[in-house]
């Protein structure tokens, strides 16, 4: 196996990066280098710069990889017309990769052909059957097609293969909700939050389920935010959003639509910062004394650059004060005092967190290897 290859496979992406470049520096139409460099790029949300690198690989055996790249790109763009037409021509090929049949579904899910996605993803699942998030897709296309016992069988079996799944616990307590079990699926999302304690999905489903009665008869609030969460994990952020601005509009609000509001700006393309600025400042106006809507502005405002930092700082000690006891919060505000060289308040902060984390926490690791580093400072 080449070295690239199996540096990607382990997730090793800044080592990829690295030996890419060395390997283009000495030959500048390596073509692996260039799909490792192209695959790097999908990853870190550049699809421009992988479909420039792709436009380099000329070579006949690796079209299909090329291709399978490029209707990656299209997805990411959201051009999901583009992307069906890639994936097309690769599952009318021999022996298509399992790929090609996940891309498909997840594309034809997009423009809202549930029965054509599920028989792709089943094509997907019959190839590779461990793939969780084969597994996931297909559960997504069953709920569409509102066939409730069908999707948890798959979103049970996705999990099996990876506990950290938090889009599986998710769709499976919509499912279990629309069904009418709503303390099931409230006792879901809490066993999804003790394998991803920071999944925000997790967190704002939970917070919309809290006022759900047990028959199902859900408030308005609760239904819209389980409708706008399925147009969003069907990659139709634009849709969501028009829908959570009109029901806020007409007086459905709730802590949790405004956040996923705050997701839905995020998840365009390009993402709409100051819409997702705008939403955060919206729901801190609307729960002031709520933790959450703070530390997520504050995270939010920290990858923004310096000159935000103060500000960011502010927040995230404002969330700590109004909830000392959620670690997230308080590690968030350590980054946060490192970005702005303030290492004596970290170092104490940090210090602070590991001390009250349980050797079994989730979060224990993390926190214990932070402090650690901040120690060699």
């Known amino acids: 196996m080449h070295v690239l290859r199996q540096l990607l496979e382990e997730g090793r992406l800044r080592e990829v990066r690295e030996a890419a470049a060395h390997q283009l520096s000495q030959h500048p139409d390596d073509e692996e280098a260039l799909l490792a460099l192209a695959k790097v790029a999908l990853v870190d949300d550049r699809a421009d710069q992988a479909e420039e690198l792709l436009s380099r690989v000329k070579s006949e055996d690796t079209q299909g990889e090329v291709t399978l790249l490029r209707a990656a790109a299209a997805i990411q763009?959201?051009?999901f017309s583009r992307a069906r037409e890639h994936y097309q021509v690769l599952i009318r090929q021999p022996s298509p990769p399992a790929e090609a049949w996940h891309g498909l579904g997840v594309a034809l899910l997009a423009q809202g052909k549930a029965a054509e996605a599920r028989e792709?993803?089943?094509?997907?699942?019959?190839?590779?059957?461990?793939?969780?998030?084969f597994r996931f897709e297909l559960g997504v296309a069953?709920?569409?097609e509102k066939r409730p016992r069908a999707a948890v069988h798959q979103f049970v079996q996705g999990l099996r293969l990876d506990a950290r799944d938090a889009r599986a616990y998710w769709a499976l307590a919509q499912v279990l909700t629309q069904q009418g079990k709503v303390l099931l699926a409230r006792r879901v999302l809490e066993a999804g939050l003790k394998q991803v304690p920071q999944s925000q999905l997790l967190q704002g489903a939970l917070s919309a389920g809290q006022d759900a009665s047990v028959d199902?008869?859900?408030?308005?609030?609760?239904?819209?935010?389980?409708?706008?969460?399925?147009?969003?994990?069907?990659?139709?952020?634009?849709?969501?959003?028009?829908?959570?601005?009109?029901?806020?509009?007409?007086g459905t609000r709730s802590l949790p639509l405004k956040l996923l509001e705050?997701?839905?700006?995020?998840?365009?393309?390009?993402?709409d910062m100051p819409g997702v600025f705008r939403a955060y400042e919206e729901a801190i106006a609307f729960a002031p004394d709520h933790w959450e809507p703070y530390t997520r502005l504050g995270v939010s405002l920290l990858k923004e650059g310096h000159?935000?930092?103060?500000?960011?700082?502010e927040l995230l000690e404002t969330a700590r004060r109004l909830e000392p006891s959620m670690p997230e919060t308080s590690l968030n505000l350590v980054l946060a005092y490192v970005k702005a060289q303030r290492i004596p308040e970290a170092l104490a902060?940090?210090?602070?967190?590991?001390?009250?984390?349980?050797?079994?926490?989730?979060?224990?690791?993390q926190a214990t290897s932070l402090l650690e580093a901040l120690r060699k400072i």
């Open 307 to 313: 000159r935000y930092e103060p500000r960011a700082i």
């Open 216 to 250: 199902a008869h859900a408030t308005p609030d609760v239904a819209l935010f389980h409708q706008a969460s399925m147009l969003l994990a069907r990659k139709r952020g634009r849709e969501a959003l028009k829908l959570l601005r009109e029901g806020w509009e007409h």
């Open 77 to 79: 763009r959201k051009d």
């Open 349 to 365: 902060l940090a210090q602070q967190v590991v001390e009250g984390l349980a050797p079994e926490h989730p979060l224990h690791v």
């Open 262 to 271: 705050a997701e839905a700006c995020k998840d365009l393309q390009p993402p």
């Open 142 to 144: 069953l709920a569409m």
């Open 120 to 133: 792709a993803h089943e094509q997907a699942v019959a190839l590779k059957p461990n793939q969780s998030g």
